[in-house]
């Protein structure tokens, strides 16, 4: 059994940002356009208003203040709504790999290696955007590794379970190193005319080399020192979109096929479950909570992040130990966490501990404890 580190992160930031006061302007302009087309049925009670959302209300509601995005004016134009993405012939890289290669790129020059060093790739995401080939063998080949590659889906989830994966493979022989990346365009499923989530999501994508201990030489290392993972079905995140729904004509182009949940649910639910995880994987490793220098948490809703931090510090966070980014990134599903721990890593002192964690639709759950080398 060999050690493994994560020696390298990566990120990919889209060029287009969109602040709240851009996005609730388009929201406000669908909403008022469809009150007045349905302005009679409005009236007699067939039709319910539409209301109009505000900053301050996804503020307060999220702590989200922009999110950047692969297409702007797609989701602004408020007779679409939709991102504007244009299909891409056969023989062109695909856009998810055009991602994965751009945040792999930077994972490999933190970790100073080399394609040649990776033998596998992992794409872990909640939005693939086919089903075959794989995303992961198309990065593969676009990068120039040799080895294998296959993609995973457990949502918001997808870069724990990815970490673990590719810890098993490293850990067994069966890599020296692995590229496990996250590419996210969270926009593409998002319905952007409803008014509780139309503001949640944004695009990414990150990328993580897990390797050999013996064979790392980055300045950038993390031992892994533990993985712990936990599911527990529930319909309250959802998304039916499929390849079955052409079999059922009723159901094309319905709601459902886009991201929903109940959110409240899920904070009620979802909170406590992520707390115990986090705290029982510490205990199983001998470590205390007040051992953690930082946590490294999904960036789905402020609110839940600091119920979180409170539940397991039995106080506020303070400034750094449970790091923020989705005030400018949004919910970047399996992203969000990665882009945390790669933003907030480097000033922290070799031996300390650190704790990245992830949750989401299924309900999935992932904690992985790093230790700075």
Known sequence: MHNVVISGTGLYTPANSISNDELVESFNAYVQQFNADNAAAIATGEVAALIESSSAFIERASGIKSRFVIDKDGILDPQRMVPRIPERSNEQWGILCEMAVAAAQEALARAGKTAADIDGVIVACSNLQRAYPAVAIEVQAALGIQG??????????????GLQAATNAVQLGQARAILMVNPEICTGHL????????????????????????????????????????TQFSNNIRNNFGYLNRAAEEGVGASDKLFVQEGRKVFKEVCPMVAELIASHLAENQLNVGDVKRFWLHQANLNMNLLIARKLLGRDAEPGEAPVILDSYANTSSAGSVIALHKHQDDLPSGALGVLSSFGAGYSIGSVILRKR
Do not use: P, W
């Not at 952007?192 to 950038?220: K, N, P, Q, Y």
């Open 148 to 161: 294998f590659g296959y993609d995973m889906n457990v949502a918001c989830s997808s870069a724990t379970f």
């Open 191 to 230: 319905n952007f005319r409803d008014r509780d989530s139309h503001f949640i999501f944004g695009d990414a994508c990150t990328a993580v080399i897990v390797e050999r201990a013996d064979l790392a030489t980055s300045e950038h290392q993390f031992d892994i020192v533990s993985t712990k993972l936990i």
